[in-house]
């Protein structure tokens, strides 16, 4: 499977899963997160311990703009969308590779997401 290297996160950079279509192979192109509940629980619990997934919190800390929904690593192109069974309140982590919630929050949560077709296309085209 292909991956494309984007900067989003200043000098850190992000890779984000490039699927070819493959009707043939149903999920065949879908991360492995995507397709296997072990791996995604995995990938879930390495999030949770070292960026703190969560619910989001509405405490006074809490930016209601700064949920999965709206992050920079949050994937809901219409590839990725079809790998996770089209639930519209669901994503997939770029960083952290498993499917997550777009209510809740992480410590490394990035500004300009989500990712979807036409910010994807975007940023290929600048590569």
Same mark, same amino acid.
């Given at each position: ?69 709206? +992050?920079? $690593?949050? /994937? ?5 969308? =079809? ?6 309140? *669901? ?8 499917? +997550?919630? $777009?209510? /809740? ?5 990035? =500004? ?6 036409? *910010? ?8």
């Amino acid at each position: 499977m292909p991956i494309i290297t984007i900067s989003i996160l200043g000098e850190k950079e992000l890779e984000v899963d490039k699927m070819e279509d493959n009707d043939e192979d149903e999920g065949g192109s879908c991360p492995v997160a995507t397709r296997d509940e072990d791996v995604n629980e995995q990938n879930k619990q390495q999030c949770v311990e070292e960026a703190n997934y969560r619910d989001a919190d509405t405490g006074a800390a809490f930016k209601i703009s700064e949920v999965c929904g709206n +992050c920079g $690593a949050f /994937n809901q192109t219409s590839q990725i969308m =079809k790998c996770l069974g089209g639930e519209e309140d *669901k994503g997939y982590c770029q960083i952290y590779k498993f499917a +997550c919630s $777009a209510y /809740n929050t992480c410590d490394d949560w990035v =500004k300009g997401g989500p990712i979807t077709d036409s *910010k994807f296309d975007l940023r290929n085209e600048t590569m």
